[in-house]
Structures are given as structure tokens and as C-alpha cells.
């Protein structure tokens, strides 16, 4: 699968988050700030407390120019703006969620802050040292070419400047059928293990490389949005249709009979350029 596809028929979508806070909101969609937004729109494992783990891995202050890869809907790039203070370049591939990162972005009011700009991980389209920090989350799993994306992040990142970010993990026991269909159904490729991640970051010319599995952290949170996804099955299949909906809802089963199996796994990296 394309990686386009899986996200334009992902159930986190602008209209589910801009949904869930009219509900929270009796309707009012009027003078929204970052923080009404922050229950629904961090799309990653762990919510607000993983973005600031990362922020401080990262060392950003609010003096930091911060690079935010495959950033999705944005959330966590506006939850750093408003709570760390900095300025933040959201990258995101997608159309659709580069649109909804914007929009959303707009309506709190911190487009001033948080710049959202269409791009390829890959290929940064950013010029040497005009970043101080790099997060990311969840996302690499998606990139064939992993070297690129970190030697592109070392490239952007400032003498001194850190990469912090989260990925899924293989383990030895995730076998290549098994590899095979997350590819498939969720365009994850070339899943590395804590050792390889390690060893790709020295490669693309990192020091003070530090990696930790956060397996244990991430457990209870994939049964926990299984299930959110399963409530949600209503909606979901009226956006997608029924088909796509049951399919994700198999895709999402597997995916976590995987974790509570211990073939796969999360790891949170961290590196100084």
C-alpha cells in the first residue's frame, strides 16, 4: 500500500477531530485555542507526555528552530509552539493532511508560529543547519531509504543541533510474511530492530546516539486505540465505506496481535548532529 492511501483513510482525520471537540464544545467551534484540540488531534502513541519526552531529548527551548518530520494533522508541532514557545516547521507529505494541519493550525490561531509546508522526508527541502532541533513520531516506518531521512535531518539540523524521535521496532521473532503484510496494509518497509536504528544513526553521522524500547509503554495504548477505532467504526465506514472500514479494522487487529506477541515493538531514538 501506498502510504498516501493509508493515511487518506485513516479514522484521525481533521473532520473526526473538529467533530469530537463540537461535541466536547455543545457545537461551538469559536475562538478555539491549541489546548481544545489537544484530546483529539495528537495522532502517535503516547499523546502530549510522548511530545514532550521527545522536546526534552530534543532540548528545545523557545529559542529553538524546530523541524517537525511527517507531521501529520500537526498536533504535536502546535503543541510545542504553545507550550515550549518556539517556531515550528510542520513537514507533511500528504495533501489532504497537509491541508488538515493547516486548517486546523488557522483556527487556533498559530499559523504565525507553526508553518506547514508539503514535502518529501527523504528529501528535506531545507537548506543546511536551519534547524536546532528534529522530532518525529511513528513516521519512519513508512520510508523504504531510512539512512536518507536521518542523514536529510543531520544535513538540516545546526552544528550541535538533536533528533528525537519514535518508531516501530521488529523483533527477531516478526517473521517475513508477517513483514510482508504490514507493508501492504500499512506501507510500513524496512522495519529496523534498536540495534539497527542505533547503527543507521552513527551511519548518517550522529554522536551521543541514545535509543530505549518503550514497548511496555506502548502496549496498553494499541489496545486502548483499538477499541477507540472500533467505536468510531460508524463513522469510519461512512467517510470510507464498509469495505475499507472492516479492512482496517483486520489491519488494526493484526497490528496489535503483533505488539502483544512481542514481535514488534517501539523504540524512541535520540541523536546530537
Known amino acids: 500500500m501506498r502510504v498516501d492511501d493509508f493515511y487518506d483513510r485513516h479514522p484521525i482525520n481533521p ?4 467533530a469530537a471537540v463540537a461535541r466536547r464544545r455543545g457545537g461551538d467551534l469559536a475562538r478555539l485555542s ?20 521527545l522536546a526534552r531529548r530534543a532540548a528545545i527551548t523557545a529559542a529553538s528552530r524546530v523541524l517537525d518530520v511527517c507531521a501529520g494533522l500537526a498536533g504535536p508541532a502546535r503543541f510545542l509552539t504553545s507550550r515550549r514557545g518556539c517556531g515550528v516547521v510542520a513537514l507533511e507529505r500528504n495533501a489532504g493532511r497537509a491541508a488538515g494541519a493547516a ?4 483556527l487556533v490561531g498559530l499559523e504565525g508560529r507553526v ?4 514535502g518529501d522526508a527523504s528529501a528535506l ?5 536551519s534547524f536546532d532541533a528534529c522530532v518525529s513520531q511513528e513516521a ?10 536521518l542523514a536529510g535531518c543531520r544535513r538540516v539540523l545546526a552544528p550541535g543541533g538533536r533528533l528525537a524521535f519514535t518508531d516501530w521496532i521488529a523483533r527477531a521473532r516478526l517473521g517475513e510474511r508477517e513483514r510482508a503484510r504490514l507493508a501492504e496494509w500499512m506501507a510500513a ?19 551521543r546516539v541514545e535509543a530505549e524500547d518503550v514497548s511496555d509503554e506502548w502496549r496498553p495504548i494499541v489496545r486502548a486505540r483499538l477499541q477507540m477505532f472500533r467505536a468510531m467504526r460508524r463513522e469510519t465506514a461512512a467517510r470510507v465505506g464498509e469495505a475499507r472500514s472492516h479492512d482496517y479494522d483486520q489491519l488494526h487487529a493484526f497490528f496489535v496481535g503483533l505488539v502483544e506477541d512481542g ?7 535520540s541523536g546530537s548532529a
Open 103 to 106: 486548517r486546523l493550525t488557522r
Open 189 to 207: 518497509t524496512t522495519l529496523q530492530s534498536i540495534d539497527s536504528y542505533r547503527a543507521l544513526l552513527g551511519r548518517a553521522g550522529f554522536v
Open 125 to 129: 527541502p531545507f537548506r543546511e543547519g
Open 263 to 269: 514481535k514488534l515493538g517501539g523504540g524512541r531514538f
Open 115 to 118: 508553518r506547514i509546508v508539503r
Open 15 to 18: 473532520h473526526q477531530v473538529l
Open 34 to 53: 491549541a489546548d481544545d484540540l489537544f484530546e483529539f488531534d495528537q495522532d502517535h502513541y503516547g499523546g502530549l507526555a510522548a511530545v514532550d519526552a
Open 140 to 149: 519512519f516506518q513508512h520510508i523504504a531509504d531510512k539512512l536518507a531521512v
